[in-house]
């Protein structure tokens, strides 16, 4: 794996590593971090990175600006820069056309949003349906619970408005890109229920349901991330690239 750190991808000084593998690789995959919007960062050394790149995808660890300096929507509009980067300059970069986008938790919420409210990627002139896949790990479907808590809302509060994934499902038709769900079975109270509300959305709206995959995993909420199994690969960077390969194949 070869990294290239700390790439300033947009105006607010904002930054992303691209891991690359040996030679051409077969798509690129954008990932947020977690941390519940106030914390976490892009880790060159997460094992998922390296299982990917092993298999010839490409990683774009991406920063985005945080709470408390942030304010909604600060960072979906660096998440949708991000993208922009990576859409612009993978093939040069990678040798790659192929873009998915992901994320953990806060990161996840983040995909979603880009996923379902297509205005943010459309003002960088990208369909978000025209993406190659989307990994929603354990992401927040309603509005986020800090975003609650800038309003002065309780953040246990479950709001569905503008900024909760959840509100845009079916507003701009049923078409999607790929997409897998990751959520724990004993994850962070009301996200395994939540995730299964967005499923339940999804098929309401008849969103094409051989598009959707679900995995649910067992144990506490991402505890998987950062995991490798008995052959000391990653759990995480073999559930992402299970889902990719079959997009790709």
């Known amino acids: 794996m070869r990294t290239i750190e700390n790439i300033v991808y947009n105006g607010y000084g904002q ?3 691209v891991n690359l593998p040996d030679g051409r690789a077969k798509a690129a995959f954008v990932y947020f971090h977690g941390g519940g919007l106030e914390a976490g960062s892009k880790d060159k050394n997460a094992p ?10 490409a990683v774009v660890d991406v920063n985005y600006r945080m709470y408390p300096i942030a304010h ?36 996840g919420y983040l995909s979603m949003m880009l996923c379902y409210d297509k205005k943010y990627l459309a003002a ?10 989307y990994v929603h790990d354990a992401g927040q479907p309603t509005t986020h619970f800090n975003v609650l808590r800038e ?8 709001i569905v408005d ?13 078409a999607c890109a790929p997409q897998i769900f990751i959520v724990s079975d004993d994850d962070m109270e009301n996200r395994y229920e939540q995730t299964m509300l967005v499923l339940s959305t999804l098929k309401h709206f008849r969103y ?22 008995e052959a000391g ?7 992402i690239y299970k889902f990719i390969e079959r997009i790709l194949s």
């Open 208 to 229: 094409d349901e051989s598009k959707i995959t679900l995995t649910v995993m067992h144990g506490k909420h991402c505890a998987y991330d950062y995991k490798v199994d």
């Open 15 to 17: 930054k992303l590593d």
């Open 48 to 57: 998922y990175n390296k299982y990917l790149t092993d298999h010839g995808i």
């Open 151 to 158: 309003r002065n809302v309780d953040s246990r509060r479950l």
């Open 162 to 174: 503008e900024f909760a994934p959840l509100f845009h499902i079916g507003s701009n038709g049923n």
């Open 72 to 107: 909604c929507p600060d960072f979906i509009e660096d998440a949708a820069d991000a993208v922009k980067w990576a859409a612009d300059r993978m093939p040069l970069y990678a040798g790659t056309d192929k873009i998915f986008v992901g994320g953990s938790s806060a990161g």
């Open 124 to 133: 960088r002139g990208i369909d978000a349906n025209a993406l190659s896949g």
């Open 233 to 239: 690969e990653s759990v995480f960077g073999k559930l």
